[in-house]
């Protein structure tokens, strides 16, 4: 265990990088897993709402559904009026709003795993440094204990650098797949929906023929 104190600041510093690189994955994988739900079961819930007339109850449902499905049917109900194409740009900036929102903090996995090799490499070059300057210190005759520790420390560096990148890089991964497959689920939301929406319209103006004639 010694070797490890023997990285100084600079080990200890990729320590804490990892430790708040898988704070920070932890974070978003219960993120994601409590906003994954089935869209179509919850489509089927609304829109059986919605054909009873009850959009305060569709929207109520929505309100108390966590995640950017149900944000995304929420303001499609909440605009139900408006032209497909305006929809569609409400809907857009919507799933916009919520995907920059999901992936704010996992960005933070890719930066910690671009910088923790570099600070490994800068460790390494420091305990090089500090190996050579205590063989110089104690020359002609060298204790290599001094020289030695430090050249542990600086693969203790190094190495920690490593391993927290993998696990950055890893962790990034697995949170991008999850998102991607969220992104289908609101790419299928937004087309459910508006279809609902038009046929609804389009039996509210038969409806209205119908009368008129």
Not at 31 to 59: C, H, M, S, W, Y
Not at 157 to 170: D, Q
């Amino acid at each position: 265990m010694s070797v490890f104190f023997e990285g100084g600041l600079l080990f200890w510093l990729t320590v804490a990088l990892t430790l708040a690189a898988a704070a920070v994955f932890v974070d978003r994988l219960l993120r994601l897993r409590k906003i994954a739900i089935d869209p179509q079961d919850f489509l089927q819930g609304v829109f059986n709402v919605l054909d009873k007339g009850q959009t305060d109850e569709a929207l109520a449902i929505c309100d108390e559904t966590p995640g950017p499905l149900a944000a995304l049917v929420a303001d499609a109900v909440s605009h139900r009026g408006s032209d497909e194409a305006h929809l569609r740009d409400i809907l857009s900036a919507t799933a916009h709003a919520e995907l920059s929102r999901l992936e704010r903090r996992t960005m933070l996995l890719s930066l910690f795993a671009q910088l923790l090799p570099l600070i490994g490499l800068i460790g390494t070059f420091v305990g090089g440094y500090a190996a050579l300057s205590a063989i110089d210190a104690e020359a002609p005759l060298v204790a290599t204990g001094a020289a030695v520790r430090a050249a542990a420390g600086a693969l203790a560096t190094t190495v920690a650098g490593l391993v927290g990148a993998a696990f950055c890089y890893a962790a990034h991964h697995v949170l991008v797949l999850k998102t991607d497959a969220l992104c289908l689920d609101m790419d299928q939301t937004v087309a459910l929906t508006l279809d609902y929406l038009a046929r609804g319209a389009a039996a509210g103006e038969g409806a209205r023929d119908g009368a008129g004639a």
